[in-house]
């Protein structure tokens, strides 16, 4: 699978960017996918995760309400909708795929395609 991101750039707190992530490769709609972010000089955090089908998500406490991750199989493509941007949502956000089609894990180690990363700044 690989995993190509785009939709990053430089957003005033309180605005809204959407995040794209295309896949190729493998069936697209067997993986649940999901969503990271590295903030600079931290460790890579789970964001979102959706479900192979696209039933069921997840998503992390901080951004819980403000995001929402959605995917379109037939496209191949996995979205994360980013609103009421703060500054600490600044991070190079990552698309991963898992092998897996019944869970969703919110784990790194879990995940093992990885896109090469978008980067999103929020000015205060």
């Known amino acids: 699978v690989q995993l190509v991101e785009s939709g990053g750039g430089l957003v005033q707190a309180g605005g809204s960017l959407r995040l794209s992530c295309a896949a190729s490769g493998r069936t697209f709609g067997s993986n649940a996918m999901g969503w990271f972010r590295q903030p600079p000089g931290k460790e890579r955090d789970f964001v979102a995760v959706?479900?192979?089908?696209?039933?069921?998500?997840n998503y992390a406490g901080s951004v819980k309400g403000r995001f929402t991750i959605s995917r379109d199989n037939a496209k191949n493509t996995v979205y994360l909708q980013m609103n009421s941007l703060k500054p600490e949502d600044t991070a190079v956000y990552y698309c991963?795929?898992?092998?897996?089609?019944?869970?969703?894990?919110?784990?790194?180690?879990?995940?093992?395609?990885w896109g090469q990363g978008t980067h999103v700044t929020v000015s205060s």
């Open positions: 959706i479900s192979a089908s696209g039933g069921s998500t």
């Open positions: 991963a795929a898992s092998k897996s089609t019944f869970t969703m894990p919110t784990l790194v180690t879990r995940y093992d395609y």
